[in-house]
């Protein structure tokens, strides 16, 4: 579950005094207890990934959330799901307009969420967070720029497209600035009034300078400074000032005290220090670190400050950040598996640039033990069980009862095998992102590719003449996108084995093969040389792009001129206009590498040495970027191609299932075999959209 921020505006309490309180939204509604808000917007977020063990911004897409059945979520305190009691009300009437969420709150009856009703008029909760789970996400790389539900996006950026809402919830903390309560009208709002300044008893202030404040300090500072005494000092010092006792208690030596009503009435100073000690509480406990609490609160560090240290220390020690989309932070559990995955991937032999806490302690411990461990902690005794009675049940992640509790183990092989998988993926040994565009589908229906024709030339226009109005031509490709996949299984003899290669190597091996699938499309476009839309070969004598007689063979000064003199003399759709396409890219066989790679970095005249060629430049030095690919040996040793740059003129498109342009895994229990199924699976298509970006050269 993540959490996506999100704030209200605010607004006093009916029946009470606005002295000092933020103006009431137009859209409160004082007999409801309730308000409409912004529930979210599409601006990014950082969140943690655990995909990439790092923080990446995210985007949420707003006509992507799916509701729940009732048409409603809870409206809880601070995403705690534990009890009934923390149901603070309910959130319904979701609705997207544009790139933001609106929604209701309504709070309930009860006396806690009336205080947080109150709290909300006053203007002290301001901050509400919505709970959702991801059910699709779009990861685009750093330095990349994607087309994502009509938007471009560019890297490093996940959009999730689709998401579950879960909950909202009321929290001091917000990372979202621009989801806000709603106002109906700018017209709605009374502009905030001042508010009365603070004073302090002048007896007690003087005490205070005797034990260590500044004579010129603030009447707020010194209120400051004694909260950060001890209560017994607190106490003694208010009984040496003449001031009477506080009706509510003082909080045990040790504890930091609530703020001291010096001046017989709560200060608009007293509730913004309370505000502050509660949020930077909240924040440390959602980070998961309690022990920076006490520092934060007592030495009077503002919320801005507390924020910025957690988020520094959580990341020194690999923790989800404070103000992230997440529930709270990484508990024991999480951590456990965090481990567990990183220890296993390092003893393959997988190298991993910053390991889980505790990483360590699981490179050396066989996978039996992890998985008797995983069933040891959710409460199963496996002191009368042999190796394969617990192999076979850390790895089942049985229902029922046990269903919440065991599931450690298959989460822990789930991770382990997406992790390899998506590494091998990447690291694949690929050349055909290099040349190629993208695209991308939203189903597998035929998609079609139109391309419009240059614009026609500008006419002279004469004193008075008519300007006449321009017509384009244009033509389509279409192709579409297809399923490709495998199972394989890890099974239970395989954890008794300690069999690491069913975790890593054969993962691997299969995210290579994702990645060697689309090169295997891609580059069989080229040789395959299968028609157009026009009827006729990609690679024709019509389209200019083959080359003839006399100027076939390999590359040389001669056959690059030829190639490059095509491509700059296609014509357009509508054959009149010239485009200039000029190659950018040489695809080769391995056959042709070393004696291309000659031609292409030589300074001089390539094999002249003599005559009048001798020590004339080489016009293609460096001119041209060559990829290598040994898939086309395979048709031919000798023929080679030219390609444009894919951003400046349409040559083969590569589309991918709402652009998700790496392999999905799947998991499920094995009925078949003894163990874990997983499913690799890539959807992915692709095109020659043009032959005017494209040249070959058959090479004999």
């Keep these: 579950m993540k959490i996506k921020r999100l704030t209200v505006r605010e607004s006093p309490p009916a029946r009470m005094s606005t002295r000092g309180m933020a103006p009431l939204p137009s859209t409160w509604n004082p007999e409801q207890n309730s308000c409409r808000v912004i529930a979210a917007t599409e601006n990014p977020v950082p969140v943690w990934d655990w995909d990439r063990y790092e923080i990446v911004p995210e985007v949420l897409m707003m006509d992507g959330m799916e509701m729940p059945a009732s048409g409603q979520v809870p409206l809880l305190d601070s995403h705690d799901r534990s009890s009934t009691c923390s149901i603070m009300g309910s959130a319904r009437n979701f609705?997207?307009?544009?790139?933001?969420?609106?929604?209701?709150?309504?709070?309930?009856?009860?006396?806690?969420?009336?205080?947080?009703?109150?709290?909300?008029?006053?203007?002290?909760?301001?901050?509400?967070?919505?709970?959702?789970?991801?059910?699709?996400?779009?990861?685009?790389?750093?330095?990349?720029?994607?087309?994502?539900?009509?938007?471009?996006?560019?890297?490093?950026?996940?959009?999730?497209?689709?998401?579950?809402?879960?909950?909202?919830?009321?929290?001091?903390?917000g990372a979202d600035p621009a989801a806000k309560a709603r106002a109906a009208s700018p017209e709605g709002n009374k502009p905030p009034q001042k508010k009365e300044a603070f004073r302090m008893n002048a007896k007690l202030k003087a005490l205070l300078v005797s034990r260590g404040l500044a004579e010129n300090s603030t009447d707020e500072e010194a209120l400051a400074f004694l909260q950060r005494l001890s209560a017994a000092d607190q106490e003694a010092l208010r009984s040496e000032a003449g001031l009477s006792q506080r009706s509510e208690p003082l909080k045990?030596?040790?504890?930091?005290?609530?703020?001291?009503?010096?001046?017989?009435?709560?200060?608009s100073a007293t509730l913004a220090e309370r505000e502050r000690i509660t949020?930077?509480?909240?924040?440390?406990?959602?980070?998961?670190?309690?022990?920076?609490?006490e520092s934060y609160v007592s030495g009077g560090v503002s919320v801005e400050e507390a924020r910025a240290?957690?988020?520094?220390?959580m990341k020194k020690r690999g923790n989800k950040p404070v103000g992230v989309r997440t529930e709270a932070g990484m508990d024991e559990r999480d951590k456990f598996r965090a481990a567990a995955v990183d220890g296993i991937v390092m003893r393959s032999g997988i190298q991993i640039e910053k390991p889980a806490d505790g990483a360590g302690e699981f490179r050396g411990r066989r996978l039996m033990r992890i998985a008797q461990e995983c069933l040891e902690r959710s409460g199963v005794h496996?002191?009368?069980?042999?190796?394969?009675?617990?192999?076979?049940?850390?790895?089942?992640?049985?229902?029922?009862?046990?269903?919440?509790?065991?599931?450690?183990?298959?989460?822990?092989?789930?991770?382990?095998?997406?992790?390899?998988?998506?590494?091998?993926?990447?690291?694949?040994?690929?050349?055909?992102?290099?040349?190629?565009?993208?695209?991308?589908?939203?189903?597998?229906?035929?998609?079609?590719?139109?391309?419009?024709?240059?614009?026609?030339?500008?006419?002279?226009?004469?004193?008075?003449?008519?300007?006449?109005?321009?017509?384009?031509?244009?033509?389509?490709?279409?192709?579409?996108?297809?399923?490709?996949?495998?199972?394989?299984?890890?099974?239970?003899?395989?954890?008794?084995?300690?069999?690491?290669?069913?975790?890593?190597?054969i993962p691997m091996a299969f995210g290579a093969a994702s990645a060697r699938k689309i090169g295997d499309i891609v580059y069989g476009i080229l040789t395959a040389n299968a028609n157009m839309s026009d009827s006729v070969a990609l690679f024709?004598?019509?389209h200019n792009n083959l080359a003839a007689a006399g100027n076939v063979g390999a590359p040389s000064v001669t056959t690059l001129d030829y190639m490059r003199t095509c491509m700059r003399k296609q014509k357009g759709i509508a054959s009149k206009q010239t485009l200039n396409v000029t190659p950018r890219y040489l695809l080769l066989p391995a056959a042709l590498e070393t004696?291309?790679?000659?031609?292409?970095?030589?300074?001089?005249?390539?094999?002249?040495?003599?005559?009048?060629?001798?020590?004339?430049?080489?016009?293609?030095?460096?001119?041209?970027?060559?990829?290598?690919?040994?898939?086309?040996?395979?048709?031919?040793?000798?023929?080679?191609?030219?390609?444009?740059d894919p951003a400046q003129f349409d040559t083969i498109e590569v589309s991918f299932l709402d652009g998700r342009d790496a392999p999905w895994i799947e998991e499920e229990q094995g009925f078949d075999v003894d163990g874990r199924r997983y499913k690799v699976r890539i959807v992915v298509g692709a095109k020659a959209l043009d032959w005017r970006g494209l040249h070959k050269n058959p090479g004999e």
């Design 95 to 173: 609705a997207p307009n544009g790139q933001q969420m609106e929604a209701d709150i309504q709070f309930a009856g009860t006396p806690d969420a009336m205080m947080c009703a109150q709290k909300m008029r006053e203007g002290h909760l301001t901050d509400l967070s919505v709970g959702y789970q991801p059910i699709d996400s779009v990861y685009v790389p750093e330095g990349e720029t994607a087309m994502i539900g009509g938007r471009e996006f560019t890297g490093p950026m996940k959009v999730t497209r689709k998401w579950a809402l879960k909950e909202l919830s009321l929290t001091p903390i």
């Design 382 to 505: 496996t002191r009368t069980m042999d190796d394969y009675d617990i192999a076979r049940e850390a790895i089942q992640g049985r229902s029922g009862a046990m269903a919440t509790s065991s599931s450690d183990f298959p989460n822990i092989l789930a991770n382990i095998v997406h992790r390899v998988l998506r590494r091998s993926y990447d690291t694949a040994p690929e050349t055909w992102q290099v040349w190629t565009g993208r695209g991308g589908a939203v189903d597998f229906k035929n998609m079609s590719r139109l391309q419009l024709s240059e614009a026609p030339d500008l006419e002279l226009i004469t004193e008075g003449g008519e300007y006449r109005e321009g017509s384009f031509s244009e033509s389509a490709e279409s192709y579409v996108v297809k399923k490709y996949g495998k199972i394989f299984s890890v099974t239970w003899e395989a954890i008794v084995n300690d069999d690491l290669s069913a975790l890593t190597r």
């Design 595 to 644: 004696s291309t790679d000659v031609v292409l970095r030589s300074p001089t005249y390539p094999g002249q040495t003599t005559g009048a060629a001798a020590g004339v430049t080489n016009p293609f030095q460096n001119s041209l970027i060559p990829v290598v690919d040994p898939r086309l040996d395979a048709t031919s040793a000798k023929a080679w191609y030219g390609a444009a």
């Design 252 to 267: 045990p030596a040790g504890q930091t005290a609530p703020p001291v009503d010096v001046a017989g009435e709560r200060s």
């Design 540 to 542: 024709y004598s019509t």
């Design 309 to 313: 240290g957690l988020f520094d220390a």
């Design 279 to 293: 949020t930077i509480r909240e924040a440390c406990s959602i980070a998961g670190m309690d022990d920076l609490c």
